[in-house]
């Protein structure tokens, strides 16, 4: 029996791999330019060999960890806060409906002044990247809760802690995670963004690089390694999704 999810992705992936190799064979364009998938194949063994493309890998999946797990870590408990305490959304809500539309590429000259050439100011602007979609994610997500279940809590005079963790965290659980697959995406696309401009290593940083030496070969292979390992990334986000203990969240809307 012939796997359809399997056999049609890679159906479409020869199809791409056969257009690109007519594209490079009769566009008229030098491989200089347009290397062909031989090319970049080989170019890709030669960076692995000798590790760059490891090493830089390494550098871009450490600053996404560390500024996505930051974010995470403070954006889900604020936007519970938010989306439980009224007063607390009068005062925050406008400021954070204020900075979630600045684009986190232009804190680049500000997170270079503040925090200097390195790993810092990639985080940051990782940090900031990541951090409004999820507060704004989660505080949706525990408004849209049904009323019904708090009052019946209250008759039977649950605590606030186990309010929390029996009714708002099970419930918020689906779209939170929902929100985690989207802000991975763009935490994966910030830091290529910011290591071509505040740092000297990962893939951001080997892509530009490459481009100033004319190894377009080179700059290919950051380029598909950046989408394998965003796919990765958002394979582990939608088995997060499948977890069983989320299934209750589902029941609640």
Do not use: H
Request: positive net charge; contains cysteine; proline residues 6%.
């Amino acid at each position: 029996m012939i796997d359809k999810k399997i056999t049609l992705p890679l159906v479409t992936l020869l199809c791409v791999l056969s257009l690109w190799e007519l594209v490079t064979r009769f566009s008229g364009w030098s491989s200089n330019v347009f290397p062909g998938p031989i090319a970049v194949l080989t170019s890709m063994e030669e960076l692995i060999v000798n590790g760059k493309l490891l090493k830089n890998t390494v550098a871009s999946l450490f600053r996404v960890s560390i500024g996505f797990s930051l974010a995470v870590v403070l954006g889900i408990p604020i936007g519970i806060i938010l989306g439980r305490m009224e007063i607390a959304k009068l005062l925050f809500n406008p400021l954070v409906q204020f900075l979630r539309p600045i684009s986190p590429l232009a804190w680049i000259p500000l997170a270079m002044l503040w925090f200097g050439i390195g790993d810092p100011p990639a985080i940051f602007l990782i940090f900031l990247a990541s951090f409004f979609p999820m507060v704004v994610s989660t505080s949706v997500a525990v408004e849209s809760i049904r009323p019904t279940f708090f009052q019946v809590a209250a008759n039977f005079n649950f605590t606030r802690y186990e309010v929390l963790t029996k009714i708002v965290i099970p419930a918020i659980t689906p779209q939170v995670i929902t929100a985690l697959r989207m802000t991975i995406a763009i935490a994966w696309l910030v830091v290529v963004a910011a290591e071509m401009i505040a740092v000297q290593s990962g893939l951001g940083y080997l892509i530009l690089d490459s481009r100033n030496a004319l190894r377009m070969d080179y700059v290919m292979v950051g380029m598909i390694a950046i989408g394998v390992i965003g796919l990765f990334l958002d394979f582990i986000m939608r088995e997060l999704g499948n977890i069983e203990s989320t299934a209750w969240g589902r029941l609640t809307k």
